[in-house]
């Protein structure tokens, strides 16, 4: 009963398989090989538009090194208090743009509230020497408490960035549970709605370790700037096409967005199985792999004598996350011990 991470998952065997069938004779380093190519052009048909990339082996390197073209030393990123860059990158974007800062606004369930965004924006002021003033904001795809934005909650939130001068930001590490069977295009929620570059997870979803810098509109120009930071951080690696061919592994089939609908649905099962159990309360509702349950001490150590493993969250409670390769007999597992546990 391993609930504890995604990024717990093994690699997807569409995945290995890609990269043994690469595995021979020599291409062009640093990305300028065939596979990167086809990457590009795979995902300008998925994103309806030209885009630049360039792949890295974590969200962490792909967040930073996005952000560090959108703010310098002298600004701040506006994020969720909540948001992976504040509470789980060590400090990276602050790093990668040379001492810049992030400032952080609330929210329900991880989500960015517009009013909060909108009244931290005009308190600003450049020109007072004690505050850093904000560049651009950052908002998390699925959010870190599992849940999604929406369209019109995304647009809400370009739109604001935009009347304030801000360039925007998403990390969509959980990209495809966010919008797997919610009827929106990966271009509708993205650059259609004003966001200018984003990092796009694979890691999490069948990848060994692949994510994607996607930079859009007039960002694209800056795709050369983007290769020196990665450079000069260690992120360009010379072997690129191994990363690339992870991606394209998943993308083929639409592969990404079936793995995805498998763990979302599993994340809904473990929520039926934790509710019906009366275990104890959902944190936040259950829009993608994951299930933050509110449950008391006593039960969550019993479950974990059976073999349960599950995080502690920040919040107070436990955070369960599925993954592509959840079994169903883990899920089985769950219910038996949830059937179990001694509530009084």
């Known amino acids: 009963m391993d609930f504890s991470s995604d990024t717990s998952a093994s690699a997807h065997p569409a995945v290995l398989e890609a990269l043994a069938r690469i ?18 052009q795979r995902l300008s048909v998925i994103f309806e538009c030209d885009v630049e990339i360039l792949p890295v082996v974590s969200g962490t390197a792909a967040n930073a090194l996005c952000l560090s073209l959108l703010y310098g030393p002298l600004q701040s990123v506006i994020c969720h208090e909540e948001a992976h860059i504040e ?6 974007p602050e790093f990668f743009s040379a001492g810049g800062k992030l400032s952080c606004v609330s929210g329900q369930h991880a989500r960015i509230d517009p009013v909060h965004l909108k009244a931290l924006c005009e308190k600003a002021d450049p020109e007072f020497v004690h505050e850093t003033p904000p560049a651009a904001v950052s908002l998390t795809n699925l959010t870190e408490s599992g849940t999604r934005y929406s369209l019109d909650q995304v647009a809400e939130i370009c739109d604001l960035a935009k009347a304030f001068g801000l360039n925007v930001h998403m990390d969509g590490a959980r990209f495809a549970n966010a919008i797997v069977n919610t009827g929106w295009s990966p271009a509708q929620i993205t650059w259609k ?4 570059c984003m ?16 930079l859009f509109g007039d960002m694209r120009q800056r795709i050369g700037e983007l290769r020196a930071r990665a450079k000069r951080a260690g992120h360009l690696p010379p072997k690129m096409r191994f990363i690339s061919v992870q991606a394209l592994a998943l993308l083929e089939g639409d592969l990404w967005l079936s793995l995805a609908e498998h763990a979302n649905q599993c994340a809904t099962e473990v929520s039926r199985i934790l509710l ?13 792999n994951e299930v933050f349950a509110k449950l008391p001490e006593t039960i969550f150590d019993q479950l974990r004598q059976m073999g349960l493993k599950a995080y502690p969250w920040l919040d107070g409670s436990i955070r369960f996350v599925c993954h592509w390769a959840t079994q169903k007999t883990e899920l089985v597992q769950l219910d038996k011990a949830s059937s179990s546990v001694s509530i009084t």
């Open 193 to 196: 709605s004003g966001v200018q």
């Open 87 to 92: 509470r789980d990158e060590r400090g990276a």
């Open 276 to 288: 019906n159990g009366e275990l104890g309360v959902l944190a936040h509702p259950v829009e993608g």
């Open 199 to 214: 990092s796009l997870g694979f890691t999490k979803n069948g990848a060994i370790g692949c994510d994607i810098i996607v």
């Open 23 to 40: 595995n021979h004779g020599s291409q062009p380093s640093y990305g300028a090989d065939e596979i990167t190519a086809q990457l590009r």
